[in-house]
């Protein structure tokens, strides 16, 4: 039987807009006072098509693998200093990037300021290589995590590059991409584990029912959270005080299984 998320709530479409930023330097601040300490550099690399893709990298001192950290509508890197820290005490190696479709949800996004011009949400899809590309050269086995339209960009960046990845983690996935890209026939060709999580609407259900039922059998873990909020904040404190460790604890269960 394929997983089913009759019991997940969501919070709607990736590609609605994103919830306003206008506390969003601040936040940040807040996030980075709050966040364990890490061994945190700048990495930046080369796309293919020749952009930039700034990035932090928080490095574990005996990483049992690399997770690549990819974020929502309106965000950038910014969307992880809190939960890369944790991942880095648990034992992971993080890289968070700016993807060239973002903005300053969590600060600034700087590979979308470099660019000077608006992005899509597909023309990110060299910005996830790049990273993949990277990881590949660590050694260490690969996790993709994603945010909302990211969260279902992993789909299509681990199919066009099998063998490479040791699992998923997707957050608030959904068909998002009106056409252009169906992401339900590439989750089809994931042969990973696969976690899935959402926020508490029907409208984010239906989103990422499509995609869940997609994933070959045995391999998708549905989270269904308690409290949940969409994409990856749903892991932070301050956006989700009532569900965010329950959530990391769901989150390291799952880690712990595909990379101990």
């Not at 952009?51 to 932090?56: E, L, R, S």
Request: glycine share 10%; proline share 8%; aromatic share 8%.
């Amino acid at each position: 039987m394929r997983a089913s998320l009759a019991l997940v709530g969501m919070l709607g479409a990736c590609g609605a807009a994103p919830p306003p930023p206008t506390a969003a330097h601040d936040a940040a601040k807040a996030l980075r006072a709050d966040a364990p300490k890490a061994n945190v550099v700048a990495l930046n690399l080369k796309a293919k098509d020749g952009v930039t893709v700034y990035g932090t990298l928080y490095r574990a001192a005996k990483p049992r693998a690399v997770i690549l950290l990819f974020h929502q509508a309106g965000s950038g890197k910014g969307e992880y200093v809190s939960i890369a820290p944790r991942l880095v005490a648990a034992g992971y190696t993080a890289l968070a990037i700016d993807q060239r479709a973002g903005a300053t949800l969590y600060g600034k996004n700087e590979t979308a300021a470099a660019l000077g011009k608006e992005a899509g949400y597909l023309d990110a899809r060299p910005d996830l290589q790049a990273a993949l590309d990277w990881a590949e050269t660590q050694k260490l086995p690969v996790i993709l995590w994603g945010s909302s339209y990211s969260s279902a960009l992993i789909f299509p960046l681990a199919a066009n590059n099998p063998g490479t990845v040791r699992a998923l983690l997707s957050f608030s996935p959904g068909e998002y991409f009106d056409g252009a890209l169906a992401i339900g026939p590439a989750a089809g060709k994931v042969t990973v584990p696969v976690f899935v999580t959402t926020a508490g609407t029907p409208a984010e259900i239906a989103t990422a029912q499509s995609i869940v039922a997609a994933i070959p059998p045995g391999k998708a873990i549905v989270y269904v959270p308690k409290a949940g909020v969409h994409g990856s904040s749903t892991l932070i404190a301050t956006k989700n005080p009532a569900g965010a460790e329950a959530n990391w604890r769901a989150v390291f269960a799952f880690l712990k299984a595909v990379a101990p």
